[in-house]
């Protein structure tokens, strides 16, 4: 593999959303450096690389992959792009992260594995939940409430996204649901073996609320609330019930401050969307990597975790489809 200095540099393929805010989280970490950055939008790439003082910009991301001084690369671009620049990555020696899916294709997930013996060592998916701190806390004490029996776990989106966005995104499944299908394998530390979905749609053409309920090999069972809108904001809960207590992740507010009155208590909205509620998710996150990289252990979050989660999307498709319990 490519040898790491002491300061570890890095090249951002992708400045859509989602390459922003990763790219907003490594500029706060010491002893990294982005020195490149590649969009298909000349204008967009210049003007960020200038604000964030980037030395390098390229529309064509080749020119990223070919630094023999770049150790790691954050791939951030759409969906059907990710399966080939992450083996093209691999096959220059890089170090990879990249945005969940690797790819609505499983068949090319599973090439990614068998391609490389390492590629826990190699690869890291993104998926951010994991690193949110107080998600992150409720994981390392589980053991305060005894053994999980249930893990409820609610997500929903401010509003629901263009039509544009929904035909790309493979879905609500695939695109919304699949952070809180890895969500319930992560608390679980468990496999699933019976999955049901019921959905319907309520705000778009597309399939916009659903309910999910699984049933781990272990014995726990989960339920997932997802739906498009939230006119309130930006929902995030996770709830785990043991045989000894329960933990309870609540979510968080833009100020805490309430006002109490004779008729009524006020208190703040929600954080808008999840570039401010998982803000520091995402940069515990890319610490994570770096850290697996200078211990040389492997990715907290890997191609199998991609590949487990996006086969229970699939398989809460074709339940809400076949409209039965899906065994697995």
């Given at each position: 593999m490519h040898k790491v200095d002491t300061q570890l540099k890095i090249g951002i393929i992708g400045l859509g959303r989602i390459g922003q805010v990763h790219l907003a989280a490594l500029k706060t970490i010491k002893n990294v450096e982005v020195v490149a950055l590649s969009d298909i939008s000349l204008d967009h790439v210049k003007k960020t690389a200038e604000e964030y003082q980037i030395p390098h910009f390229y529309t064509d991301?080749?020119?990223?992959?070919?630094?023999?001084?770049?150790?790691a690369v954050w791939i951030c671009s759409p969906t059907s792009h990710h399966f080939t620049q992450v083996m093209e990555a691999l096959g220059n020696n890089k170090y990879v992260f990249c945005e969940k899916p690797l790819d609505a294709d499983k068949d090319k997930i599973q090439t990614i594995i068998d391609s490389y013996p390492d590629i826990n060592h190699r690869l890291m998916v993104g998926f951010n939940r994991r690193f949110d701190p107080d998600f992150a806390n409720a994981k390392t004490t589980l053991k305060k409430i005894g053994k999980p029996v249930i893990i409820k776990i609610t997500s929903r989106d401010p509003f629901p996204p263009s039509a544009e966005y929904s035909r790309q995104s493979g879905g609500i499944y695939n695109d919304m649901s699949i952070h809180d299908l890895d969500?319930?394998?992560?608390?679980?530390?468990?496999?699933?073996?019976?999955?049901?979905?019921?959905?319907?749609?309520?705000?778009?053409?597309?399939?916009?609320?659903?309910?999910?309920?699984?049933?781990?090999?272990?014995?726990?069972?989960?339920?997932i609330d997802n739906s498009r809108k939230a006119s309130y904001g930006y929902d995030q809960r996770l709830e785990i019930l043991g045989d000894q207590g329960m933990i309870s992740v609540e979510n968080k507010k833009i100020s805490h401050t309430r006002f109490y009155f004779e008729n009524a208590i006020e208190s703040s909205v929600l954080e808008p969307f999840f570039l401010e509620r998982y803000k520091d998710s995402y940069i515990e996150e890319a610490k994570a990597f770096i850290t697996s990289i200078k211990e040389k252990k492997e990715f907290p979050s890997t191609a199998e975790d991609a590949l487990k989660a996006s086969l229970l999307a699939d398989a809460c498709a074709q339940s809400l489809e076949q409209q039965k319990l899906i065994f697995l």
């Open positions: 991301y080749h020119n990223i992959l070919r630094r023999l001084d770049i150790d969500m319930a394998r992560f608390i679980s530390e468990s496999e699933a073996e019976q999955i049901i979905a019921i959905g319907s749609r309520n705000f778009t053409e597309d399939t916009d609320t659903t309910l999910i309920t699984i049933k781990f090999k272990n014995g726990v069972i989960c339920n």
